[in-house]
Protein backbone atom coordinates (compact mmCIF):
# COMPACT_ATOMS: atom_id res chain seq x y z
CA UNK A 1 0.00 0.00 0.00
CA UNK A 2 1.72 3.35 -1.12
CA UNK A 3 2.05 6.97 0.63
CA UNK A 4 -1.00 8.68 -1.24
CA UNK A 5 -3.12 11.17 -0.59
CA UNK A 6 -5.95 8.94 -0.79
CA UNK A 7 -4.51 6.38 1.65
CA UNK A 8 -3.53 9.10 4.19
CA UNK A 9 -7.20 10.62 4.23
CA UNK A 10 -8.28 6.90 4.68
CA UNK A 11 -6.10 6.34 7.74
CA UNK A 12 -7.27 9.80 8.86
CA UNK A 13 -11.00 9.15 9.33
CA UNK A 14 -10.31 5.34 10.55
CA UNK A 15 -8.05 6.85 13.38
CA UNK A 16 -10.36 9.75 13.76
CA UNK A 17 -13.67 7.47 14.10
CA UNK A 18 -14.75 8.84 11.13
CA UNK A 19 -14.69 5.59 9.17
CA UNK A 20 -18.41 3.80 9.13
CA UNK A 21 -15.92 0.35 8.56
CA UNK A 22 -13.65 1.03 11.87
CA UNK A 23 -16.09 2.47 14.33
CA UNK A 24 -15.82 1.59 17.69
CA UNK A 25 -16.81 -1.63 18.48
CA UNK A 26 -16.73 -2.06 22.27
CA UNK A 27 -18.65 -5.64 23.70
CA UNK A 28 -22.30 -5.87 23.10
CA UNK A 29 -25.08 -4.19 24.91
CA UNK A 30 -27.07 -7.25 25.52
CA UNK A 31 -25.89 -10.03 24.35
CA UNK A 32 -27.28 -13.52 25.85
CA UNK A 33 -24.97 -16.55 26.60
CA UNK A 34 -27.75 -18.64 26.80
CA UNK A 35 -30.01 -17.72 24.16
CA UNK A 36 -29.91 -15.36 20.90
CA UNK A 37 -30.39 -11.71 21.86
CA UNK A 38 -28.11 -8.54 21.04
CA UNK A 39 -24.79 -9.44 18.94
CA UNK A 40 -21.81 -9.94 20.93
CA UNK A 41 -19.87 -6.68 19.72
CA UNK A 42 -21.65 -2.97 19.80
CA UNK A 43 -22.09 -2.61 16.42
CA UNK A 44 -24.80 0.32 16.66
CA UNK A 45 -22.43 3.03 15.44
CA UNK A 46 -22.37 1.59 11.91
CA UNK A 47 -26.07 3.03 11.98
CA UNK A 48 -26.05 6.11 13.59
CA UNK A 49 -23.12 7.13 12.12
CA UNK A 50 -25.02 6.92 8.69
CA UNK A 51 -28.68 8.94 9.55
CA UNK A 52 -29.10 9.09 5.86
CA UNK A 53 -29.78 5.20 5.20
CA UNK A 54 -32.83 5.24 8.11
CA UNK A 55 -34.42 8.32 6.00
CA UNK A 56 -34.07 5.82 2.88
CA UNK A 57 -34.68 2.07 1.55
CA UNK A 58 -30.71 2.40 1.02
CA UNK A 59 -28.29 -0.21 2.80
CA UNK A 60 -24.01 0.32 2.89
CA UNK A 61 -22.35 0.28 0.16
CA UNK A 62 -18.88 0.38 0.26
CA UNK A 63 -17.24 2.61 -2.39
CA UNK A 64 -13.67 1.55 -3.89
CA UNK A 65 -10.55 3.01 -4.32
CA UNK A 66 -11.52 3.38 -8.02
CA UNK A 67 -14.60 4.86 -6.93
CA UNK A 68 -17.17 1.80 -7.78
CA UNK A 69 -19.94 0.91 -5.71
CA UNK A 70 -20.03 -2.52 -4.34
CA UNK A 71 -22.32 -3.98 -2.54
CA UNK A 72 -20.17 -5.61 0.75
CA UNK A 73 -22.34 -8.73 2.53
CA UNK A 74 -20.12 -7.66 6.02
CA UNK A 75 -21.14 -4.11 5.82
CA UNK A 76 -24.69 -4.61 5.22
CA UNK A 77 -24.32 -7.57 7.63
CA UNK A 78 -23.19 -5.63 10.38
CA UNK A 79 -25.46 -2.94 9.41
CA UNK A 80 -28.45 -5.17 10.30
CA UNK A 81 -26.67 -6.28 13.44
CA UNK A 82 -25.97 -3.08 14.74
CA UNK A 83 -30.01 -2.13 13.75
CA UNK A 84 -31.37 -5.09 15.79
CA UNK A 85 -29.16 -4.46 18.93
CA UNK A 86 -30.62 -0.29 18.39
CA UNK A 87 -34.13 -2.07 18.04
CA UNK A 88 -33.89 -4.04 21.27
CA UNK A 89 -32.27 -1.17 23.54
CA UNK A 90 -35.15 1.48 22.07
CA UNK A 91 -38.34 -0.42 20.96
CA UNK A 92 -37.84 1.89 17.89
CA UNK A 93 -39.65 0.27 14.48
CA UNK A 94 -37.42 2.37 12.45
CA UNK A 95 -34.67 0.24 13.82
CA UNK A 96 -36.34 -3.10 13.14
CA UNK A 97 -37.32 -1.85 9.72
CA UNK A 98 -34.02 -1.36 8.79
CA UNK A 99 -33.15 -4.88 10.36
CA UNK A 100 -35.17 -6.60 8.86
CA UNK A 101 -34.54 -4.86 5.14
CA UNK A 102 -30.52 -6.28 6.13
CA UNK A 103 -31.72 -9.37 6.52
CA UNK A 104 -34.16 -9.72 3.15
CA UNK A 105 -31.30 -8.48 1.34
CA UNK A 106 -28.96 -11.50 3.00
CA UNK A 107 -31.92 -13.98 2.29
CA UNK A 108 -31.85 -12.78 -1.72
CA UNK A 109 -28.68 -12.41 -2.24
CA UNK A 110 -27.22 -15.45 -0.73
CA UNK A 111 -25.85 -18.09 -3.37
CA UNK A 112 -28.19 -21.90 -3.62
CA UNK A 113 -24.43 -23.00 -2.04
CA UNK A 114 -25.27 -21.10 0.95
CA UNK A 115 -22.32 -18.77 0.25
CA UNK A 116 -22.31 -14.88 -0.45
CA UNK A 117 -19.69 -13.13 -2.73
CA UNK A 118 -17.85 -10.59 -0.21
CA UNK A 119 -14.15 -10.35 -1.98
CA UNK A 120 -14.84 -10.63 -5.86
CA UNK A 121 -14.48 -7.07 -6.46
CA UNK A 122 -10.44 -7.46 -5.42
CA UNK A 123 -9.85 -11.40 -5.13
CA UNK A 124 -12.21 -12.64 -8.42
CA UNK A 125 -10.58 -16.35 -7.78
CA UNK A 126 -11.78 -15.84 -3.86
CA UNK A 127 -14.67 -14.40 -3.25
CA UNK A 128 -15.71 -16.06 0.01
CA UNK A 129 -14.93 -15.82 3.49
CA UNK A 130 -15.74 -16.91 7.04
CA UNK A 131 -16.66 -13.60 8.76
CA UNK A 132 -19.25 -12.74 5.85
CA UNK A 133 -20.92 -16.44 5.94
CA UNK A 134 -20.77 -16.50 9.97
CA UNK A 135 -22.19 -12.84 10.60
CA UNK A 136 -24.24 -13.46 7.60
CA UNK A 137 -26.06 -16.75 9.29
CA UNK A 138 -25.63 -14.57 13.03
CA UNK A 139 -28.16 -11.68 11.04
CA UNK A 140 -30.30 -14.61 10.12
CA UNK A 141 -31.06 -16.34 12.88
CA UNK A 142 -32.33 -12.97 15.16
CA UNK A 143 -34.24 -12.68 11.95
CA UNK A 144 -35.96 -16.33 12.52
CA UNK A 145 -36.43 -15.38 16.04
CA UNK A 146 -38.61 -12.50 15.05
CA UNK A 147 -40.31 -14.51 11.91
CA UNK A 148 -40.40 -18.29 13.07
CA UNK A 149 -40.15 -18.90 9.31
CA UNK A 150 -37.99 -22.51 9.20
CA UNK A 151 -36.66 -21.27 5.73
CA UNK A 152 -34.43 -18.37 7.60
CA UNK A 153 -32.74 -21.18 10.10
CA UNK A 154 -32.15 -23.41 7.17
CA UNK A 155 -30.36 -19.98 5.60
CA UNK A 156 -28.30 -19.59 8.51
CA UNK A 157 -27.32 -23.48 8.66
CA UNK A 158 -26.76 -23.26 4.56
CA UNK A 159 -24.10 -20.56 5.34
CA UNK A 160 -22.57 -22.44 7.74
CA UNK A 161 -22.11 -25.48 6.08
CA UNK A 162 -20.32 -23.48 3.33
CA UNK A 163 -17.96 -21.74 5.83
CA UNK A 164 -16.96 -24.99 7.11
CA UNK A 165 -16.14 -26.67 3.07
CA UNK A 166 -11.99 -26.46 3.48
CA UNK A 167 -10.70 -24.25 1.43
CA UNK A 168 -9.87 -26.68 -1.03
CA UNK A 169 -13.34 -27.49 -1.95
CA UNK A 170 -13.88 -23.83 -2.82
CA UNK A 171 -15.28 -23.37 0.87
CA UNK A 172 -13.25 -20.89 4.14
CA UNK A 173 -11.60 -23.68 6.63
CA UNK A 174 -8.72 -24.50 6.89
CA UNK A 175 -7.90 -27.91 8.30
CA UNK A 176 -4.06 -28.35 9.29
CA UNK A 177 -2.71 -30.87 11.81
CA UNK A 178 -5.79 -31.26 13.72
CA UNK A 179 -6.65 -27.57 13.59
CA UNK A 180 -9.54 -26.26 12.40
CA UNK A 181 -9.16 -22.59 11.47
CA UNK A 182 -11.69 -20.01 9.90
CA UNK A 183 -10.26 -18.29 7.25
CA UNK A 184 -11.71 -14.36 6.54
CA UNK A 185 -10.04 -14.29 3.25
CA UNK A 186 -9.69 -17.87 2.08
CA UNK A 187 -6.50 -17.14 0.21
CA UNK A 188 -4.78 -15.80 3.21
CA UNK A 189 -3.45 -16.88 6.51
CA UNK A 190 -6.00 -15.85 9.49
CA UNK A 191 -7.05 -12.90 10.82
CA UNK A 192 -8.01 -12.97 14.12
CA UNK A 193 -10.77 -10.39 14.17
CA UNK A 194 -12.48 -12.28 11.08
CA UNK A 195 -12.01 -15.87 13.00
CA UNK A 196 -14.08 -14.84 15.89
CA UNK A 197 -16.59 -13.56 14.26
CA UNK A 198 -17.15 -16.42 12.16
CA UNK A 199 -17.69 -18.65 15.45
CA UNK A 200 -19.93 -16.23 16.68
CA UNK A 201 -22.33 -17.41 13.86
CA UNK A 202 -21.44 -21.25 15.01
CA UNK A 203 -22.10 -19.94 18.72
CA UNK A 204 -25.70 -18.36 17.35
CA UNK A 205 -26.83 -21.94 15.98
CA UNK A 206 -25.68 -24.08 18.14
CA UNK A 207 -27.81 -22.27 20.53
CA UNK A 208 -30.74 -21.58 18.70
CA UNK A 209 -30.81 -25.05 17.10
CA UNK A 210 -30.17 -26.28 20.33
CA UNK A 211 -27.13 -28.66 18.14
CA UNK A 212 -24.79 -31.07 19.90
CA UNK A 213 -24.00 -32.37 17.10
CA UNK A 214 -21.33 -31.49 14.34
CA UNK A 215 -21.76 -27.95 14.51
CA UNK A 216 -21.14 -28.18 18.43
CA UNK A 217 -18.12 -30.41 17.74
CA UNK A 218 -16.35 -28.22 14.97
CA UNK A 219 -17.25 -25.48 17.11
CA UNK A 220 -15.52 -26.40 20.24
CA UNK A 221 -12.46 -27.76 17.94
CA UNK A 222 -12.17 -23.88 16.55
CA UNK A 223 -12.35 -22.70 19.94
CA UNK A 224 -8.77 -24.96 20.42
CA UNK A 225 -7.03 -23.96 18.05
CA UNK A 226 -7.58 -20.27 18.62
CA UNK A 227 -6.71 -21.00 22.06
CA UNK A 228 -3.13 -22.23 21.13
CA UNK A 229 -2.84 -19.83 18.08
CA UNK A 230 -3.39 -16.89 20.25
CA UNK A 231 0.33 -16.41 21.57
CA UNK A 232 1.02 -16.19 17.76
CA UNK A 233 -1.58 -12.87 17.73
CA UNK A 234 0.21 -11.38 20.57
CA UNK A 235 3.64 -9.54 20.39
CA UNK A 236 4.55 -8.09 24.15
CA UNK A 237 3.24 -4.73 23.48
CA UNK A 238 0.34 -5.31 21.38
CA UNK A 239 -1.96 -7.94 19.25
CA UNK A 240 -1.60 -8.83 15.60
CA UNK A 241 -3.96 -8.33 12.87
CA UNK A 242 -3.36 -11.62 11.34
CA UNK A 243 -0.57 -14.41 10.71
CA UNK A 244 0.85 -12.96 8.01
CA UNK A 245 2.63 -10.72 10.96
CA UNK A 246 0.62 -7.65 10.78
CA UNK A 247 0.15 -5.69 13.45
CA UNK A 248 -3.31 -4.67 14.66
CA UNK A 249 -4.52 -1.06 14.14
CA UNK A 250 -5.93 1.06 17.16
CA UNK A 251 -9.27 0.05 15.72
CA UNK A 252 -8.49 -3.16 15.59
CA UNK A 253 -6.65 -3.71 18.82
CA UNK A 254 -9.64 -2.07 20.34
CA UNK A 255 -11.23 -4.78 18.61
CA UNK A 256 -9.66 -7.71 19.68
CA UNK A 257 -10.02 -6.70 23.23
CA UNK A 258 -14.01 -6.34 23.11
CA UNK A 259 -14.03 -10.08 21.23
CA UNK A 260 -11.82 -11.64 23.93
CA UNK A 261 -13.97 -10.19 26.57
CA UNK A 262 -17.30 -11.35 24.29
CA UNK A 263 -15.41 -14.86 24.54
CA UNK A 264 -15.06 -15.17 27.81
CA UNK A 265 -18.31 -14.36 28.38
CA UNK A 266 -19.20 -17.46 26.28
CA UNK A 267 -17.14 -19.83 27.28
CA UNK A 268 -15.58 -19.27 31.02
CA UNK A 269 -12.03 -20.08 29.28
CA UNK A 270 -9.85 -18.00 31.37
CA UNK A 271 -7.20 -17.38 28.52
CA UNK A 272 -9.94 -15.16 27.02
CA UNK A 273 -10.07 -13.25 30.20
CA UNK A 274 -5.77 -13.03 30.48
CA UNK A 275 -5.81 -11.65 26.61
CA UNK A 276 -8.41 -9.10 27.16
CA UNK A 277 -6.64 -7.56 30.04
CA UNK A 278 -3.29 -8.22 28.51
CA UNK A 279 -4.61 -5.57 25.77
CA UNK A 280 -6.46 -3.77 27.53
CA UNK A 281 -3.41 -2.62 29.83
CA UNK A 282 -1.43 -2.38 26.57
CA UNK A 283 -3.71 0.13 25.59
CA UNK A 284 -3.70 1.87 28.25
CA UNK A 285 -0.03 2.40 28.21
CA UNK A 286 1.36 5.40 26.16
CA UNK A 287 4.43 3.91 25.09
CA UNK A 288 3.64 0.76 24.11
CA UNK A 289 0.48 2.53 21.77
CA UNK A 290 2.88 4.55 20.42
CA UNK A 291 5.28 1.94 19.54
CA UNK A 292 2.20 -0.11 17.71
CA UNK A 293 1.46 3.08 16.14
CA UNK A 294 4.53 4.04 14.29
CA UNK A 295 5.35 0.04 13.58
CA UNK A 296 1.67 -0.30 11.67
CA UNK A 297 2.16 3.47 9.71
CA UNK A 298 5.75 1.70 8.44
CA UNK A 299 3.94 -1.59 7.43
CA UNK A 300 1.32 0.34 5.74
CA UNK A 301 3.61 2.41 4.00
CA UNK A 302 5.58 -0.73 3.06
CA UNK A 303 2.43 -3.22 2.07
CA UNK A 304 2.54 -3.88 -1.60
CA UNK A 305 -1.70 -5.23 -1.28
Given at each position: ????????????????????????QDI?????????RGY????????????????????????????QRV???????????????????????????????????????????????????????????????????????????????????????????????????????????????????????????????????????????????????????????????????????????????????????????????????????????????????????????????????????????
Amino acid sequence: MSLTVGNIKKWHRMLTGKSTLHVNQDIGKCFSTTEVRGYYNNLTEKVTMQPRLLESDQLPVLVTHDRQRVDFPVAIFQYGLGAYDLYLMTGKDIYKKKFTQSAQWAVSHQESSGAWDNFSFIYPSHPYGAMAQGEGASLLLRYYSLTKDPQHLDAARRALDFMLLPTTQGGTTQNIDGQVILLEYANRKAVMNGWIFALFGLFDYTIMAKDEGKYKTTLDQSLQSLETLLPKFSRSFWSMYDLEGRIASPFYHHLHIAQMQALYQLTGHDIFGQYADKWSNDERHPLKKTAAFVYKACQKISEKD
